[in-house]
């Protein structure tokens, strides 16, 4: 026994509490984790099988639709291809500095569909 009469199951309490938080915590994080990863947004889907609607219902970046809406340059609402829309993955820091340099200043118009992803309604302007 060491000072107290009872220490010993104090500390005994102490660390199965400290291990009982640590099994929460930890089984906790992996519900969060599941739970984010099997929440993906319920998309729309065109004829040919691509996803379409608002890229500000995504719950990520990674849940974005095929087609993420836009109002192109002449007022209408259509949908652009989200790999339009993001553009080249630079592969290194340098690679997106000389990408956002050559850019800069400029104008990209990114087409602008329907909901089937094939009948153009208009573009959308993206200014660098």
Do not use: C
């Amino acid at each position: 026994m060491y000072g107290l009469p009872g220490a010993h199951l104090t500390r005994r309490a102490m660390i199965v509490s400290l291990a009982t938080v640590v099994v929460l915590v930890v089984g906790f994080s992996a519900i969060a984790i599941a739970s984010t990863r099997d929440s993906a947004t319920n998309w729309s889907r065109n004829a040919s099988g691509m996803t379409y609607g608002s890229g500000l219902d995504a719950r990520s970046p990674q849940d974005e639709p095929d087609l993420i809406k836009v109002e192109a340059t002449n007022g209408k609402v259509g949908y652009s291809l989200r790999t339009d829309l993001e553009g080249p993955e630079p592969k290194t820091p340098q690679e997106a500095l000389r990408i956002q340099a050559a850019r800069a200043g400029t104008a990209q118009e990114i087409p602008v569909y329907l909901s089937d992803g094939i009948t153009k309604v208009g573009v959308f302007v993206i200014e660098f």
